[in-house]
């Protein structure tokens, strides 16, 4: 297993949190809440893409 998207998973969780912290210790409470949203939506789009490789290499292994 490729340890890359673990690193790009907490890579990107590290840079949204403090993105947030800023934000909202700057009184910019739905800038920080719309940048977490976005960190959100783009770990999930990393692991879909991972996830749907996944599913296609079990499908060619069992011949579905």
């Known amino acids: 297993m490729d340890i890359s ?3 790009k998973v ?3 969780g590290i840079l949204v949190s403090v993105a ?3 934000l909202s210790r700057s ?3 739905e800038m920080a809440m719309l940048v977490s949203l976005a960190g959100i939506i783009i770990i999930l789009l990393m ?3 991972r996830a749907s490789g996944l599913f ?3 499908r060619r292994t069992f011949g579905l």
Request: glycine share 12%.
């Open 5 to 7: 998207i673990i690193l």
């Open 10 to 12: 907490a890579g990107t």
């Open 20 to 22: 947030y912290m800023l």
């Open 27 to 29: 009184g910019r409470e």
């Open 47 to 49: 692991i879909v893409d």
């Open 56 to 58: 296609d290499n079990i």
